[in-house]
């Protein structure tokens, strides 16, 4: 039980925002959102996490709904090598993290 | 910094043999972890350790499945016997720690992948 909700797929034209959500309705208050993507054939990528504020970093933007129940991770300009799954996930409760995994978003982008 | 290293890159085995994996975690990671990634779905972890501790095996399949790692370093994980089912990636990642706050520090690897025939 991945317990957020992903699109399965997506896409986007290069160059354009790439805006993938994520609803996870059941997050707690101190539990942080994780964006993690995976490259065919390589291992899941760290991109971003935060819990309440959005972030910003080198990769991406994360928008996080003021009641925490959904976020948006936003690649602002899509080059053809964000062409991958894009996990959206929370820690288990307790303060322990181990990152579980649903099936993601996949996102193409196309010329 | 070298990231988690992983061997061997791909493997075949028949159903029945055995197969170990090794993982070399980032220098200073305590925490391991293993996943099981079966194409088309996501990570699915089977164990943590934190140094040479078990954290979390609650999903592994004990009964083929065991993984080790001695000194709080390095990790195997062995399946034995195979079965078809088990065809899959195999992930190692490591982190800093346990807490959510360490998670700058979790990386995977590239993974090995089995393919039981």
């Known amino acids: 039980d991945a317990k957020t909700t992903q699109p399965p797929s997506m896409d986007c034209a290069e160059g354009r925002a790439a805006n993938l959500p994520c609803n996870h309705s059941?997050?707690?208050?101190?539990?942080?959102v994780y964006w993690y993507r995976q490259i065919h054939s390589q291992g899941p990528q760290y991109i971003i996490h935060?819990?309440?504020n959005n972030e910003t970093n080198e990769m991406a933007s994360l928008i996080i709904t003021e009641d925490r129940k959904s976020s948006t991770l936003i690649l602002p300009h899509a080059t053809l090598r964000d062409t991958a799954v894009y996990y959206c996930?929370?820690?288990?409760?307790?303060?322990?993290?181990?990152?579980?995994f649903g099936r993601g978003t996949s996102l193409i982008v196309h010329p | 910094e070298a990231g988690v290293a992983q061997s061997p890159r791909y493997k075949i085995i028949e159903k029945r043999q055995s197969v170990a994996f090794w993982c070399n975690p980032i220098?200073?990671?305590?925490?391991l972890y293993w996943y099981q990634q079966i194409l088309g779905q996501g990570p699915k972890l089977l164990i943590q350790?934190?140094?040479?501790?078990?954290?979390?095996d609650s999903q592994l399949p004990k009964d083929r499945f065991s993984a080790e790692r001695l000194k709080g370093v390095d990790s195997t994980l062995k399946i034995q016997p195979a079965k078809l089912e088990d065809s899959a990636v195999y992930l190692c990642?490591?982190?800093?720690?346990?807490?959510?706050?360490?998670?700058?520090?979790?990386?995977f690897g590239s993974g090995t992948r089995l393919t039981v025939v």
């Open positions: 990642a490591s982190s800093l720690g346990l807490t959510a706050q360490a998670n700058y520090g979790y990386t």
């Open positions: 059941t997050i707690s208050g101190n539990e942080y």
């Open positions: 935060g819990l309440k």
């Open positions: 996930i929370k820690p288990l409760s307790g303060g322990s993290y181990i990152p579980t």
């Open positions: 220098s200073g990671h305590a925490t």
């Open positions: 350790f934190q140094n040479n501790g078990v954290v979390d």
